[in-house]
């Protein structure tokens, strides 16, 4: 009676953007609720907004729905919020080049969706369409050929289609889901216009860990130059600096390398930096000798991870 007597006697409960009146149950649940309070109840037994599907299935008494959600703030709705593994997923507000739907991605929170299995695409296309192109997160805008993910994270997944990706005409460096009979994964241009996938929870929102992509590296002193990739992780918000020299071992900057030490700047949505290392290619029978690069005083927000020093062998 508590509950009653709290609710104004011609009021109107709408349960928007969830699927609460969804079966025998929900239906219940709805009357129930009706009896309890003494209100009119509006609910619907799908997500309401998905595709257009504006309707509440589940009502008791009068509701007035058109005051509520106008043809305006229908026409702007092009994604419903969904759950997995404790992040939410919409779509782009519309469609969008790559870069303009990871720009806001990032200002709701999030990225374009890393997929980290196959569970996790099934789940996605069985949410927001089976047929549709949309983007996710993969890309090789930094790099022709190495791929990563908008939000840092390693790929450790992929579903290319046969022949992907092929970077066809030279300029295809961003992913999209659904691309041909099969409906895997395809690379498309920066021109290309689709909706996307956003991600949002987790750390994908943040500035993301500036680590060494790996702890030792192996050089042939034949090849001229040493190249070292500075990676950034767990999320690439804003701009992020971090410092690098190399420092002598048993090779000696001079006669064995060419010394380097600078800056390397990470801007929104950049992900890899490489520092390259000029070696010298001599006769001497000198052994293996090593050499190392270090990185430190990181800015933005970021934060370093191990490997920290790499050494050059």
């Not at 029978?285 to 970021?302: H, K, L, P, Q, S």
Request: hydrophobic letters at 35%.
């Amino acid at each position: 009676m508590q509950t009653r007597h709290s609710v104004v006697r011609s009021c109107q409960i709408i349960f928007f953007h969830c699927n609460v009146g969804q079966g025998t149950e929900g239906t219940a649940f709805v009357q129930q609720l009706a009896q309890l309070t003494g209100a009119d109840i509006a609910a619907s037994d799908d997500l309401t907004g998905q595709g257009g599907d504006w309707q509440f299935e589940v009502t008791v008494g009068e509701i007035d729905t058109a005051s509520m959600i106008d043809s305006a703030t229908q026409a702007i709705y092009d994604g419903t919020l969904a759950t997995y593994n404790g992040k939410e997923y919409l779509l782009t507000s519309g469609r969008k080049t790559w870069q303009q739907a990871e720009a806001e991605a990032q200002n709701r929170g999030g990225h374009l969706v890393t997929i980290n299995n196959a569970a996790e695409e099934i789940w996605l296309r069985n949410t927001f369409s089976k047929t549709e192109g949309l983007w996710i997160g993969i890309n090789d805008q930094q790099q022709e050929g190495t791929f990563q993910w908008a939000n840092g994270e390693s790929v450790t997944y992929i579903n290319w289609a046969p022949g992907e990706p092929n970077n066809w005409g030279s300029g295809q460096d961003y992913g999209w889901i659904n691309y041909g009979n099969t409906r895997q994964w395809d690379d498309n241009s920066a021109t290309a216009q689709l909706r996307g996938i956003i991600e949002i929870g987790g750390s994908t929102g943040g500035t993301g860990s500036i680590a060494l992509e790996k702890g030792a590296l192996s050089v042939d002193e034949s090849i001229g130059t040493a190249k070292v990739d500075v990676v950034r992780q767990q999320g690439s918000s804003g701009t992020v600096t971090v410092d690098y020299q190399t420092v002598n071992g048993s090779a000696k900057a001079g006669s064995d390398y060419a010394s380097r030490s600078g800056t390397l700047t990470f801007s929104p949505g950049q992900t890899r930096k490489t520092i390259s290392v000029p070696v010298t290619n001599d006769t001497l029978d000198e052994g293996t000798e090593d050499f190392a690069i270090t990185i430190d005083n990181v800015t933005g927000g970021a934060s370093l991870l191990a490997p920290l020093w790499l050494a050059l062998l």
